[in-house]
């Protein structure tokens, strides 16, 4: 079983960049596609970005491609999403996730383990 933690988050003003990280442990990282999602107060969790298991693949959310940049590290068991000209609708809790399957989704259900989240709260 693979445990993720999230860091990284924290206070930023509009225009910043930012990049939080998700780091694993218990289970063989490269074994698993890693996924992003977040989750803003009042709304359902949203998928952000995915990668596969040896980071050739990546998906991106629609809405987010150009400033979000996915990225894992399968020596130092970490996966990483990169935040550029973040507005306050970014702001939010930050999810990463793992998947058995190596079949790329955007579907939360699809996910088979789960971190802690990490807040990004962007000020205007």
């Known amino acids: 079983q693979v445990q993720l933690v999230e860091a990284g988050g924290g206070l930023v003003q509009a225009g910043d960049s930012l990049a939080i990280d998700c780091t694993a442990s218990g289970g063989s990282f490269s074994n698993y596609n890693l996924g992003w999602f977040r989750q803003a107060p009042g709304k359902e969790r949203e998928f952000v970005a995915a990668?596969?298991?040896?980071?050739?693949?990546?998906q991106y959310a629609e809405s987010l491609k150009g400033r979000f940049t996915i990225s894992r590290d399968n020596i130092r068991n970490t996966v990483t999403l990169q935040m550029t000209s973040l507005k306050p609708e970014d702001t939010a809790v930050y999810y990463c996730?793992?998947?058995?399957?190596?079949?790329?989704?955007?579907?939360?259900?699809?996910?088979?383990?789960w971190g802690q989240g990490t807040q990004v709260t962007v000020s205007s």
């Open positions: 996730a793992a998947r058995r399957v190596p079949i790329m989704t955007t579907q939360a259900t699809a996910y088979d383990y």
């Open positions: 990668i596969s298991r040896g980071g050739s693949t990546k």
